[in-house]
């Protein structure tokens, strides 16, 4: 009897788990997954390139991306159908290699990034290149302990990955094939030896899971858009490939024969999506993107990253101000690149218009978000980062007219920050007032005896003058196109209004920069 009673429990429990269901095979997955009465379409929500980034970006005016505003984007589509959220890589790291002495804070990040994927639900995911920025072991582990699935179709027997060839999902009638690939080319020659052909992968993939006519069948690659271009050619019977690493940004999907092609712009700032009927029979898919702005953030009350993103920003800051804190040049030079201050005694017009644009006021936008000690923001918010005769960490940005120490600079700074206080866009401003604040921050220096400031974008990121101008004999500007400069941090993802087709648009980078070019004559 006990026996019978055992058996017959077993199986009702066999039975309840029946709506979402997971059978665990060697190079195999399958779920079932049982949408609510009377919906008949599902997402698959796609990111990849993410770069480590788990905030909107301030330098926007209006700025694309975050965790929070994700979280709004997954509960709205989830609310009204099944969702498959996959990644395609490059999810943790800025690159795959991190300056030695960032680790600390990059590593924060990724493991908060692990928390918020695996609850907006990561199905599936394929590592790219940058994920491998702290080695295969800390990789491969996080392969074994992730609630989301790896997909490496090429990856060679024997590795310490917990990875899988390929998934099918049912998502009411209808079946859903992923498989995985990526590139060994992309990846450093330490690396590489773990993939084998992403094509011969591919084909081996397909033979075994052997889809039906009516199946969906999507290829998670991580290989760039010509290399994926190349897969579709040779294997028609994929009918969507979500790629990575080129971050082509389709706006729509590119056709190679019966396969679509689809990417989207980095860190987040859109998601795609694949909307499909879930009958059998149902043939179309739409792809759409989904854009991050931040008022998807209340969407969902309480957001759910709200907590974590709180945490993150502690951790995080104090990490960035530890690694700051132990970088620090041998010895400071004794010919200082000359800030806006000096300029400031012969070129008064160009200084009062130069304070009336954002890039005066560049390095509050950092502040403002407790990013003023992120190594990967600060060259871009000030001048002369990571040169000695600027500054070769953050607590050497500010000089003072005699000896340096903690306290003055924490004095300066608390300052700063109440003159700028309230402020939440510098972009949304106008030029008065960004002139205003400005003009307190140089009452400020005077207060504070500060000799040089690096902070904001100042005249030397643009102009070619030497330190000696003008005595030198540099009197007259070379008449030299700018734009090279102006597009090393306006880049597509940054600024993707300056940018056609990967490449900038130069009517509108001249656009852009007519409007801060400073006026003629003195």
Not at 150 to 163: P, Q, T
Not at 173 to 202: C, M, R, W, Y
Not at 439 to 453: E, N, R, Y
Request: proline fraction near 4%; charge should be neutral.
């Amino acid at each position: 009897v006990k026996t019978r009673i055992w058996t017959l429990l077993a199986t009702l429990l066999w039975v309840a788990a029946c709506a979402r269901m997971v059978s665990s095979l060697d190079d195999s997955y399958y779920e079932e997954v049982t949408p609510k009465t009377g919906v008949t379409e599902a997402s698959i929500l796609f990111s990849h390139n993410i770069n480590g980034e788990t905030q909107p970006c301030g330098c926007n005016k209006f700025p694309l991306g975050g965790l929070e505003q994700t979280a709004g984007h997954f509960h709205q589509v989830q609310s009204a159908m099944p969702v498959i959220y996959v990644d395609t890589g490059d999810l943790f790291f800025p690159s795959p290699i991190l300056p030695v002495n960032l680790v600390g804070s990059h590593t924060f990040t990724a493991n908060k990034l692990i928390e918020a994927v695996e609850h907006l639900g990561l199905k599936f995911y394929v590592p790219g290149d940058q994920d491998f920025a702290l080695g295969v072991d800390w990789l491969a582990a996080l392969s074994k302990k992730a609630k989301f699935t790896f997909l490496m179709a090429n990856l060679r027997e024997g590795s310490s990955f917990k990875s899988k060839k390929w998934a099918r999902l049912s998502v009411g009638e209808k079946k859903v094939l992923f498989i995985g690939v990526l590139d060994p080319e992309l990846l450093l020659a330490t690396h590489s030896p773990l993939f084998s052909s992403p094509e011969v992968a591919i084909k081996e993939a397909l033979k075994e899971a052997d889809p039906d006519s009516d199946e969906l069948v999507i290829l998670l690659s991580h290989s760039g858009m010509e290399r994926d271009r190349r897969y579709a050619q040779l294997f028609p019977r994929l009918n969507w490939i979500i790629g990575a690493h080129t971050q082509s940004f389709t706006q729509r999907s590119i056709d190679e024969g019966q396969t679509q092609l689809v990417q989207v712009l980095s860190r987040n700032h859109y998601i795609g999506q694949i909307k499909f009927g879930i009958g059998a029979k149902d043939a179309q898919a739409k792809f759409g993107l989904l854009e991050t702005r931040e008022e998807f953030s209340k969407v969902v009350e309480p957001n759910p990253m709200t907590p974590l993103m709180q945490s993150w920003r502690t951790g995080v800051a104090a990490e960035q101000a530890k690694e700051q804190s132990l970088i620090s040049s041998s010895q400071q030079a004794q010919d200082p690149l000359p800030t806006f201050n000096s300029c400031l005694e012969c070129h008064q017009k160009q200084t009062a218009f130069w304070q009336g644009t954002a890039h005066a006021n560049a390095w509050h936008t950092l502040a403002a978000k407790g990013s003023d000690n992120d190594a990967s923001c600060v060259g871009c918010h000030s001048v002369g980062w990571q040169s000695k005769q600027g500054f070769m960490s953050t607590p050497e940005r500010v000089r003072f007219e005699r000896n340096h120490d903690a306290t003055k600079l924490a004095a300066y700074t608390k300052d700063l920050a109440a003159n700028y206080a309230g402020v939440k866009s510098i972009r949304a401003l106008s030029a008065v007032q960004r002139k205003k604040l400005a003009q307190g921050q140089m009452k400020l220096i005077t207060k504070h005896k500060v000799s040089h400031d690096y902070g904001n974008v100042q005249c030397l990121n643009c102009h070619d003058k030497n330190r000696d101008h003008p005595f030198d004999g540099s009197l007259e500007n070379s008449g030299a196109d700018m734009s090279a400069k102006c597009i090393q941090c306006h880049t597509a993802d940054q600024s993707p209004d300056w940018y056609q087709n990967g490449q900038p648009n130069k009517a509108v980078v001249a656009q852009r920069m007519k409007a801060v070019a400073c006026p003629s004559g003195k």
